[in-house]
């Protein structure tokens, strides 16, 4: 079955720590990762989107990691800031004619000053 | 600006009766999804469309009914026949390639 499981369910950090949250599944066939930004009562906004080729990307403060061979992904938050509270979610595409995205629970980050 | 654009944000509805949850996109995308996300679980597919005229049912259709006559536009009707349809409702668009899906911001929908 096709999943994707986050840890830790929530995470409470000081501003200026930095955090990693890690993100397995076992997806099959795989195209791409992609970690999301969700906002509480806000639609999820993209931080990066991996390929199976490519295993660490950044994006400012954000830097995801995918290693293929084991189906886990990190996404590293340095330096963190109180507007980086939020739930993240990792999002793993299948390929085939149902060009599925299949979602994780997400992990409830908040960063407290 | 493009975007993607759902309405309304806020959505207030008595048991037994039919709603339509708007979702309209400018991003000349191909597909538009439907999800529906609970607290504590992840997003839950309804319907998806990967081409005009055209749409499939996801993991949860039951109970929703879906559109695609133009391709901006995906609407989504939460029927009476929905047991328990008080959730946030979220629209995305994507092209038919690898690359990342947009959301709109949601619509709250609750049953009173």
């Known amino acids: 079955k096709n999943q994707v499981e986050q840890s830790p369910q929530s995470l409470i950090i000081l501003e200026g720590k930095n955090c990693t949250l890690q993100c397995n599944y076992t997806v099959s066939p795989f195209s791409n990762l992609r970690w999301y930004k969700q906002d509480t009562g806000r639609g999820p906004v993209s931080l990066t989107i991996m390929t199976f080729s490519e295993n660490t990307k950044s994006n400012g403060r954000y830097t995801a990691t995918l290693d293929a061979d084991t189906k886990q992904s990190s996404l590293h938050i340095t330096a963190s800031q109180l507007s980086d509270s939020a739930s993240y979610i990792c999002v793993v595409r299948s390929w085939g004619n149902t060009d599925k995205l299949i979602f994780g629970t997400g992990t409830r980050l908040q960063v407290f000053p | ?112």
């Open chain 2, 1 to 112: 600006d493009g975007g993607i654009t759902q309405s309304p944000k806020y959505l207030f509805r008595k048991e037994g009766q039919n709603v339509t949850l708007s979702c309209e996109q400018n991003l000349n995308h191909d597909a538009m999804y439907w999800y529906r996300q609970d607290p504590g679980q992840g997003l839950r597919l309804i319907y998806y469309s990967q081409i005009v005229n055209d749409f499939q049912k996801g993991d949860i259709a039951e109970g929703y009914s879906v559109s695609r006559e133009k391709k901006e536009s995906f609407p989504l009707t939460v029927t009476s026949a929905q047991k328990n349809p008080t959730a946030f409702y979220l629209c995305a668009s994507s092209n038919s390639e690898n690359t990342e899906a947009f959301f709109g911001q949601g619509t709250r929908l609750t049953v009173v």
